[in-house]
T-cell receptor, first 114, second 115 residues
Framework: AQSVTQLGSHVSVSEGALVLLRCNYS??????LFWYVQYPNQGLQLLLK??????LVKGINGFEAEFKKSETSFHLTKPSAHMSDAAEYFC????????????FGKGTTLSVSS | EAGVAQSPRYKIIEKRQSVAFWCNPI?????LYWYQQILGQGPKLLIQ????????DSQLPKDRFSAERLKGVDSTLKIQPAKLEDSAVYLC?????????????FGPGTRLTVT
């Protein structure tokens, strides 16, 4: 069965600092991988997704993630945090062969201080 | 292109009452998903439809939850009777087809509070 583990339920950074949110997955087949962002009282917004051979994926708002099969990881990074990045971030996985729904991690709350 | 529509946006009910949520997916999307997001957790799939057929309802508490998508377009999720632990945000999503699950579009959600 597929699963996703997000390491760290809460990450705090200073404005301008590197953002690193960790995600590890478990899957017996090559998965689709996703990062979503959720602002307070809003729905889920797709940041980026991994669906093909390109292991470095660039998303919106300056975020990117690298798929590392050997480490079963899909960590989300942003070189310089902005106050507006403060939100809840979810990593998710989907079985590309079975066409299953998304399986989400528990989320990481990102706080950005000035 | 209109997004996924959900209503109501907020609902407060007492335990043991019933409640229904409505979702209208993006036009032409064959696959519809209902997720439950409890505070502090990631969304969890309740049920997945392909047109008007159920693909996966393994995590739907069938003793109290029901869902339908009779004409293969909009969908209704019902809870009867509600329990305190049903307080959550209910998210609807759609994709063109189940083989395109990586292109899911989410609605704004319905926030349910059970008192």
């Amino acid at each position: 069965a597929q699963s996703v583990t997000q390491l760290g339920s809460h990450v705090s950074v200073s404005e301008g600092a590197l953002v690193l949110l960790r995600c590890n997955y478990s899957s017996s087949v090559p998965p689709y991988l996703f990062w979503y962002v959720q602002y307070p009282n809003q729905g889920l917004q797709l940041l980026l997704k991994y669906t093909s051979a390109a292991t470095l994926v660039k998303g919106i708002n300056g975020f990117e993630a690298e798929f590392k099969k050997s480490e079963t990881s899909f960590h989300l990074t942003k070189p310089s945090a902005h106050m507006s990045d403060a939100a809840e971030y979810f990593c998710a996985v989907s079985d590309r062969l079975a066409g299953t729904a998304l399986i989400f991690g528990k989320g990481t709350t990102l706080s950005v201080s000035s | 292109e209109a997004g996924v529509a959900q209503s109501p946006r907020y609902k407060i009910i007492e335990k043991r009452q019933s409640v229904a949520f409505w979702c209208n997916p993006i036009s032409g999307h064959a696959t519809l998903y209902w997720y439950q997001q409890i505070l502090g957790q990631g969304p969890k799939l309740l049920i997945q439809f392909q047109n008007n057929g159920v693909v996966d309802d393994s995590q739907l508490p069938k003793d109290r939850f029901s869902a339908e998508r009779l004409k293969g377009v909009d969908s209704t999720l019902k809870i009867q009777p509600a329990k305190l632990e049903d307080s959550a945000v209910y998210l609807c999503a759609s994709s063109l087809d189940r083989t395109l699950s990586y292109e899911q579009y989410f609605g704004p959600g319905t926030r349910l509070t059970v008192t």
